[in-house]
Antibody, heavy 120, light 106 residues
Framework: QVTLKESGPGILQPSQTLSLTCTFS??????????VGWIRQPSGKGLEWLAN???????YYNPSLKNRLTISKDTSNNQAFLKITNVDTAHTATYYC????????????WGQGVMVTVSS | VQMTQSPSCLAASPGESVSISCKAS??????LVWYQEKPGKANKLLIH???TLQSGTPSRFSGSGSGTDFTLTIRSLESEDFAVYYC?????????FGSGTKLEIK
């Protein structure tokens, strides 16, 4: 059974760094073809892809945010991470992690998301 | 690749059939998926490769199209189908989503 769960700070101030953790089970990021992606959704709005990391440590970023994003993984502990530097109120959103399988960047299992608010 | 999804909102009754459109700004071959979003639940992958049902997706769901024009059709709507639906292209990075279609009960 594949599960993913996001965790984050809940609230942070503008200019701070947002650190998110995705803890998953039912698959391994050391397995060929596996990956994890991060997607966010501002309240009442649509989905925005942020970044993917693959089993071989290959990484892809949304160019609209690339300079602010860092994705990483801890294969031993079945976790993936996303950092967003210098956040502002526009980064207030629900952040999701999701599994990617078979080298194709579509998301076959999603977490339920974690709400992050950026406010002074 | 910009994904234009329509309509943004759709009202229908149980038993009816509905279709949702997703148009890509360039050729994405058949590299398109449809997701279902419901409150309090994880997003669900319904269809990949434009028309292939993901395991567990009811057969009343179908996807069609290739290139730039895609359609999600739901036949004989059931109460559990009222949700928000998104398309997503995975032909190239950056991955992009449609703006969503909220399917409501009439």
């Amino acid at each position: 059974q594949v599960t993913l769960k996001e965790s984050g700070p809940g609230i942070l101030q503008p200019s701070q760094t947002l650190s998110l953790t995705c803890t998953f089970s039912g698959f391994s990021l050391s397995t060929y073809g596996m990956g994890v992606g991060w997607i966010r959704q501002p309240s009442g709005k649509g989905l925005e892809w942020l970044a993917n990391i693959w089993w071989d440590d290959d990484k892809y970023y949304n160019p609209s945010l690339k300079n602010r994003l860092t994705i990483s993984k801890d294969t031993s502990n079945n976790q993936a991470f996303l950092k967003i530097t210098n956040v502002d109120t526009a980064h207030t959103a629900t952040y999701y992690c999701a599994r990617i399988r078979a080298t194709v960047p579509l998301f076959d299992y999603w977490g339920q998301g974690v709400m992050v608010t950026v406010s002074s | 690749v910009q994904m234009t999804q329509s309509p943004s909102c759709l009202a229908a009754s149980p038993g009816e059939s509905v279709s949702i459109s997703c148009k890509a700004s360039k050729n994405i071959r058949n590299n398109l998926v449809w997701y279902q979003e419901k409150p309090g639940k994880a997003n669900k992958l319904l269809i990949h490769s434009g028309s292939t049902l993901q395991s567990g997706t009811p057969s009343r769901f179908s996807g069609s199209g290739s290139g730039t024009d895609f359609t999600l059709t739901i036949r004989s709507l059931e109460s559990e189908d009222f949700a928000v639906y998104y398309c997503q292209q995975y032909n190239e990075y950056p991955l992009t989503f449609g703006s969503g279609t909220k399917l409501e009960i009439k």
